[in-house]
């Protein structure tokens, strides 16, 4: 694993000891056939790099680097974060990662708050697979 830089790359940052997120890490990793996303642990040098603290504390918020066309970045986080990262995939999935954006904000998040207080009861770190060579490829440390 080695650092790129933070001025060019889409970064998903997520908790490195989630049963769910390192699911979701896959998940996205298998979608983005373009190999647009990298993906960082908050607790990692990467996000450390990169990150102001006030993200980088709260293990429960997934958080995305996106890139637009001019190389400008924008922190994302939350539900915001996950659609927006399934939308850069250019899978099938972007749709209806779009479909739900047209929820409200505040419902998204609600819904991801609760999946996030309770995602270490349902998805043990223990229970992760190791990535395979071309997603370590992908992974920050």
């Known amino acids: 694993?080695?650092?790129?830089?933070?001025?060019?790359?889409?970064?998903?940052?997520?908790?490195g000891d989630c049963g769910l997120c390192s699911v979701s890490?896959?998940?996205?990793?298998?979608?983005?056939?373009?190999?647009?996303?990298?993906?960082a642990p908050l607790q990692g040098v990467t996000a450390q790099a990169i990150l102001p603290q006030?993200?980088?504390e709260s293990?429960?918020?997934?958080?995305?680097?996106?890139?637009?066309?001019?190389?400008q970045t924008t922190l994302l986080v939350r539900s915001e974060a996950v659609l927006l990262a399934l939308?850069?995939?250019?899978?099938?999935?972007?749709y209806l990662a779009q479909i739900a954006r047209l929820l409200p904000l505040s419902l998204r998040d609600w819904g991801y708050d609760r999946i996030a207080d309770n995602r270490k009861i349902f998805f043990k770190a223990a229970a992760c697979k190791l990535p395979s060579r071309?997603?370590?490829?992908?992974?920050?440390?």
Do not use: C
Not at 1 to 15: G, H, L, T, Y
Not at 25 to 39: E, G, N
Not at 134 to 141: G, Q, S, T, V, Y
């Open 54 to 56: 006030q993200y980088r």
């Open 1 to 15: 694993m080695s650092a790129v830089k933070p001025s060019n790359k889409a970064i998903v940052f997520f908790d």
């Open 25 to 39: 890490v896959r998940f996205l990793i298998k979608r983005d056939s373009r190999q647009h996303l990298y993906f």
């Open 134 to 141: 071309a997603e370590h490829a992908r992974i920050l440390p």
């Open 59 to 71: 293990l429960r918020t997934m958080v995305y680097q996106r890139v637009s066309t001019d190389g």
């Open 87 to 94: 939308i850069d995939t250019g899978s099938a999935w972007r």
